[in-house]
């Protein structure tokens, strides 16, 4: 089992920055892989970006240049530091952990970008 809690939303003018954090209920160096998804109004939900045990990073391409993906093991927390926000970005934003016994997923953290 892997809880995830989500935090750092919010609401932010088209330009701006927010941080999201995505806390683990067990040690992150244990998961092999932990994402951030997003899912707008109307739209399927889709990988944003993702870290592995080991560091490696990927991202989306609506993502790459503007959104940075870490991870603080000491903190057992993922975060997400997105710039250059656009309206585009808003959505409902999800960490999930795919494991050998289960694909688990936070509650969600809303994000909402004003134009």
């Known amino acids: 089992q892997v809880h995830l809690v989500e935090s750092g939303g919010g609401l932010v003018q088209a330009g701006g920055s927010l941080r999201l954090s995505c806390a683990a209920s067990?040690?992150?160096?244990?998961?092999?892989?932990i994402g951030w998804h997003r899912q707008a109004p109307g739209k399927q939900r889709e990988l944003v970006a993702t870290?592995?045990?080991?560091?490696?990073?990927n991202y989306a391409d609506s993502a790459k240049g503007r959104f940075t993906i870490s991870r603080d093991n000491a903190k057992n927390t993922v975060y997400l530091q997105m710039n250059s926000l656009k309206a585009e970005d808003t959505a409902v934003y999800y960490c999930?952990?795919?494991?050998?016994?289960?694909?688990?997923w936070g509650q969600g953290t809303q994000v909402t970008v004003s134009s």
């Open positions: 999930d952990a795919p494991t050998s016994w289960g694909h688990y």
């Open positions: 067990r040690n992150t160096l244990s998961i092999n892989i």
């Open positions: 870290i592995s045990r080991s560091g490696a990073t």
